[in-house]
């Protein structure tokens, strides 16, 4: 293990495993569908100030990560490897991060690779590279905030201290503009104690304030622009965003406090059989600098998201990094001293999951098929599943010289799963694959219809025309829809034969339709019956035509 090639090949890796997959399959509803759209909206309208979801206001989040995933479309085009670009960027400069703090908390090449090859390849950080929304920006600028506070108190330098709580404050500055005021408190929470443990407070005051000043300079621009344009936005997203979903009574995702610690063990493959080990190592060796910064950047933010009533599994995403750390510590050690007893157990755990998996797969194939002539589809699934199994069965039997394997099965089947799943799945639940097909029909009508927001996000990005009228639909969209210029494009049932009667005066119109139950079975009843219809899945694609004269 050199550092000739060490950095190269995770950069190889990062390029195959992260941006080969963006295009092979389509947006899954409603997260990638509605950022697709956010995104697209501003490079339609030229409104980069405040976010629009279909030409409503949208005040859920800031607008940073909205403008990341615009350039990524704006760049490569308002397809899907542009729309999944900024996550797949974000990841990889994560993962730069965690080799960059590993080298300067060690100094070893090899645990360096090892911890970034570690975490570049835990599942649900491989999936959230290929997945386009605000988690994997804003869990790399807490990433970046944290790595840059480890920089700035291990060097000497005062100008390389500057330096390092600067861009503290651009990364804290950053993730505010992409999800929130999180981005200020979790570098709080970990350099807080920290600073106190290390009586090193006055450095925290000498030097907090540059931190402070950049993120100010940062987000300032923005926060007044949007403040001009939108005077109810910092009511709303304030109050709405964080007091009610950390502590109001109808916080949303509502959970137990021990929510996250089963997450945590399910975040670690494939390396969970290293999980007890790097804790208890990390435990006795507390005392250390690095281990206790690490710790506390592991528990602190845990810690604080299992206090709020709302839970969502992607809150601890930034817990991952140290966690690599730890993981990837404790490996290149055992690998130093020989010890590959954890590493083989590792590697049977995963391999009696990836055998499970693919005998139920087979099973479930053989009674009750889940691909029904779809045979490329499952092909792939077998792919990623063998390779998983055989990555594993290395590192069981040759724990110490195939110590790196289930990296390698764990990017590979990340990377098919998404590709190989069932066309009664994707049909469902990614509805712009099925627009596309009849994106021209539909972008030619006068007036589009959805009566459900993922599918109309969709409709709206393939189309590019984000002029959707909701049907008998609100969600999300309640807050926008209440704005006076907003409540043209909502349809009630009541109102939808007179609104269907004036939209064909004025050419044809499209239709797509979510049929999940009775309810949306009788709103599709109420439509005219003539003209085109499609079907795939739960999705229903009308095309009116033009009423007579």
């Known amino acids: 293990m050199s550092k000739r090639w060490a950095f190269p090949l995770l950069l190889a890796l990062v390029a195959l495993a992260y941006l080969l997959p963006l295009g092979t399959h389509g947006l899954w509803i409603p997260d990638e569908t509605r950022y697709a759209q956010i995104s697209q909206n501003m490079l339609l309208s030229g409104n980069w100030v405040s976010p629009h979801f279909m030409d409503v206001r949208y005040f859920e989040k800031p607008v940073a990560g909205y403008w990341m995933i615009a350039i990524g479309q704006a760049l ?70 944290l790595v840059a506070l480890w920089f700035a108190v291990d060097s000497a330098n005062r100008g390389q201290r500057l330096i390092a709580w600067a861009v503290l404050g651009l990364a804290c500055g950053m993730g505010f503009m992409t999800k929130g005021f999180l981005a200020w408190l979790l570098p709080v929470l970990i350099a807080l104690p920290w600073m106190l443990w290390q009586k090193r407070w006055r450095e925290l005051l000498v030097y907090g304030p540059v931190a402070i000043l950049v993120a100010v300079v940062v987000s300032l621009p923005w926060v007044l622009a949007v403040h001009a344009q939108e005077p109810d936005y910092w009511r709303f997203f304030f109050w709405h ?235 999300e969209l309640k807050y926008g829809l209440a704005y006076p210029d907003s409540l043209k494009q909502r349809v009630n049932p009541d109102q939808i034969q007179q609104w269907m009667l004036e939209a064909r005066q004025q050419g044809p119109v499209g239709v797509v339709m979510r049929v999940k139950g009775d309810d949306e079975l009788h709103e599709l009843e109420q439509l005219p019956k003539e003209g085109k219809r499609y079907e795939q899945g739960n999705l229903v694609i009308l095309i009116i035509p033009q009423a007579a004269p």
């Open 241 to 475: 965003e964080h007091i009610r979903r950390f502590a109001g009574e109808d916080a949303q995702h509502d959970a137990p406090w021990w929510y996250y610690l089963p997450l945590l063990v399910g975040f670690s493959l494939p390396w969970v059989a290293l999980l007890p080990p790097a804790l208890k190592q990390a435990w006795q060796t507390r005392r250390q600098t690095n281990i206790a910064f690490l710790l506390l950047w592991l528990w602190m933010p845990l810690i604080f998201f299992s206090l709020s009533k709302g839970k969502l599994p992607a809150y601890i995403l930034p817990c991952l990094l140290p966690l690599a750390l730890l993981l990837g510590h404790t490996l290149a050690d055992r690998l130093k001293l020989e010890q590959g007893r954890v590493l083989g157990i590792n590697g049977v755990l995963n391999l009696a999951l990836g055998v499970i998996t693919l005998l139920a797969l087979v099973y479930l194939q053989l009674k009750k098929p889940l691909y029904d002539h779809e045979l490329h589809n499952l092909v792939l699934v077998f792919i990623g599943l063998i390779g998983w199994i055989m990555a594993n069965l290395l590192q069981a039997f040759r724990p110490l010289q195939c110590w790196g394997a289930p990296a390698f099965g764990s990017l590979l089947l990340i990377g098919l799963l998404p590709a190989g799943l069932p066309n009664s799945v994707v049909a469902n639940k990614t509805p712009d694959q099925f627009i596309l097909d009849h994106a021209q029909e539909l972008g030619q009508s006068a007036k589009l219809l959805s009566n459900d927001l993922g599918a109309a996000s969709a409709l709206a990005w393939r189309t590019k025309r984000p002029d959707v009228s909701f049907y008998n639909t609100v969600g």
């Open 76 to 145: 490569f085009g308002q397809n899907l490897f542009g729309v999944r670009f900024a996550s797949a960027l974000s990841t990889a400069l994560s993962v730069l991060l965690c080799y960059l703090i590993a080298r300067r908390m060690w100094n070893e090449p090899r645990k360096s690779f090892a911890c970034a090859l570690l975490y570049m390849s835990l599942t649900v950080i491989a999936g959230q590279a290929g997945y386009a929304n605000l988690d994997p920006q804003f869990t790399f600028w807490v990433n970046l905030s």
